[in-house]
């Protein structure tokens, strides 16, 4: 027979599961189906909070690894192939700085014209909330590079962290560039008094942007009435960018399309990749983030860049991207999809 | 592999599992995981937050920036612990920007779950299920969070240990003492 313990536990566990199974009522449904439809301008008060386009912000409890900070770049760097390219080749840096109690080193970066990749790492006093790292980039020119994906890794035992930063890169930058680092915000992954430095962390150092393969096929398919076109291709050794302009105005929506692909990327015979990666217009590269009220790259028009998680040391050959369907939201609480497929195969020389 | 148990528990994902989990068709299908997590992570925001329109705001903020995260997302892992984790950051940021957190209102709970039991019962359960949320709003911080993603979203200790950065273990202990806690608190209310 159960103790009395026991059932009054198994009452407080139902009790507890039927008072926080809070249920929306439907008017906050409705205001949070709008955000989403709508979504609001950025403010520059939270800004720096949301400046991470890709935050994986992992806490990864890495009971028994090598206490080193630097091992949590790798599992920083493992959601993206590219990623781990980039930090392989990275140019070694090794640029330390203190913020209060915290040891935070840039220590690798690497660049191509599909992205800028920086590789920080955070030792912190023992006992003391890991944080995280978020920085602003710009050139000897002036140019801003827009921060649009990256992730992180914790170890809570240490108070360590790596983190994997990725920024758009501004057309024309090429060769070797003089970059200025800002670090103003170091994120604590727990609730405890924000440590950011203050002032900010700069770093400047000088990084090679390697080179990178363009096509530019305009290759437009038409599915259904409804057309898209392949403008450009670029590939480099971590990534694979191109732009599709697809034609929604046909289509029922909201005020804001919001449509996502179900695609695939494919070298060659290699392996399909699912494309999830909506990187940022050209037209937004460098611009202030306080200037881009979207929530997904191409919801307020219909241009998108799409970005594979991996590159190629040689694209030459076939590129095969095949759109299966297109799905959004119709601006009426429902999801609609348009069934392709839209194919388009480009060759590179 | 995990992700190929997550796999699994999605063919077999009973309607309290709660855990959604984004195969490689529904990668891009952004908008599916939105509509299967939306209400656990209402539910989890819900309980961290004051009021109805905190909590809608978070779970907002909560998905645009899981929307723009989605690219990193790993689709042979469980969606909604991944989602949570982001909604954990995004209450935590805004607790820093509106501290001090006062007491729970629960004044603003009329969204409460439904109850179809007697007029009476739905008055004794309604101030119950307002005594036990604000005895969870006063837990520490971890161990809140832990209920609330446990009784409020659905997870299971190990989904719970991956949001908040421990054990499955620890958090199967921390859960235990907030339930000790959230007893001995009621107890003395009596």
């Known amino acids: 027979m159960p103790s009395a313990d026991v059932l009054a536990f198994d009452r407080l566990e139902s009790e507890l599961a039927r008072a926080l199974a809070w249920q929306p009522s439907p008017t906050v449904l409705e205001r949070i189906d ?14 720096r909070w949301r400046r991470p386009l890709v935050l994986l912000a992992a806490a990864f ?34 640029l330390t700085q203190r913020a209060g109690n915290y040891a935070v080193t840039l220590e690798r970066a690497y660049g ?43 170890d809570l035992k240490t108070a360590g962290s790596g983190s994997i930063l990725a920024f758009d890169v501004p057309p024309g930058v090429q060769g070797t560039v003089n ?32 080179e990178a393969t363009t096509v530019t ?18 590939v480099s050794a971590t990534a694979a960018r191109f732009r599709l302009d697809t034609d929604l105005s046909a289509l029922p929506h909201g005020d804001r399309p919001v449509a996502l692909l179900d695609a695939t990327i494919r070298h060659g015979n290699g392996a399909e990749e699912t494309l999830s990666w909506n990187a940022l217009p050209p037209g937004w590269t460098g611009q202030p983030k306080s200037g881009i009220v979207a929530l997904v790259d191409g919801m307020d028009g219909s241009v998108v860049i799409y970005q594979a998680m991996s590159g190629s040391d040689d694209p030459s050959g076939t590129w095969t991207i095949i759109v299966r369907r297109l799905m959004w939201l119709d601006g009426q609480g429902g999801q609609k999809i348009v069934n392709g497929p839209w194919v388009f195969s480009v060759r590179i020389p | 592999m995990d992700g190929e148990i997550a796999r699994a528990r999605m063919a077999t994902a009973e309607p309290n599992d709660g855990v959604p989990v984004a195969s490689t068709d529904t990668r891009s299908g952004f908008v ?51 989602v949570l984790r982001i909604a954990r950051n995004v209450a935590i940021d805004a607790a820093r920007r509106h501290r001090p957190v006062s007491s729970l209102d629960d004044r603003s709970g009329a969204d409460g779950p439904p109850d179809s039991d007697s007029p009476e019962a739905q008055y004794l359960h309604a101030e119950r299920d307002a005594e036990l949320r604000a005895l969870v709003f006063a837990l520490p911080d971890v161990a809140r969070d832990a209920v609330a993603l446990r009784y409020g979203a659905g997870l299971s200790a190990r989904e719970i240990g991956s949001v908040i950065g421990k054990s499955e273990s620890a958090t199967q202990k921390l859960i235990q003492r907030a339930l000790v806690a959230l007893r001995e608190a009621h107890d003395a209310k009596r």
């Open chain 1, 34 to 47: 709008r955000r989403m439809r709508e979504p609001r301008p950025r403010q520059p008060a939270i800004r």
């Open chain 1, 61 to 94: 409890l890495l009971m028994g690894a090598a206490t080193a900070a630097l091992t949590l770049i790798q599992p920083a760097a493992h959601y993206i192939p590219g990623h781990v390219v980039a930090y392989d080749r990275g140019e070694k840096l090794d």
């Open chain 1, 112 to 154: 191509d014209p599909n992205q800028l990749v920086l590789a920080f790492s955070v030792m912190g006093p023992s006992g003391a909330s890991p944080v995280v790292v978020r920085a602003k980039v710009v050139d000897a020119a002036g140019r801003s590079y827009l921060d649009f994906a990256g992730g992180d890794a914790t």
């Open chain 1, 179 to 210: 970059l200025t680092v800002t670090v103003d915000t170091l994120m604590p992954i727990e609730n405890v008094p924000s440590v950011d430095p203050n002032p900010a962390l700069v770093y400047r150092f000088a990084v090679p942007f390697h």
């Open chain 1, 217 to 234: 096929p305009n290759d437009t398919v038409t599915v259904d009435g409804h057309a898209m076109t392949l403008a450009w291709l670029r």
């Open chain 2, 32 to 82: 599916l995981l939105y509509e299967e997590c939306r209400l656990p992570v209402y539910r989890y925001l819900r309980s961290r937050t004051r009021s109805d329109d905190e909590a809608a705001d978070l779970t907002a903020a909560t998905f645009e920036r899981a929307l723009r995260s989605f690219a990193s997302y790993d689709a042979r892992q469980p969606a909604l612990p991944w």
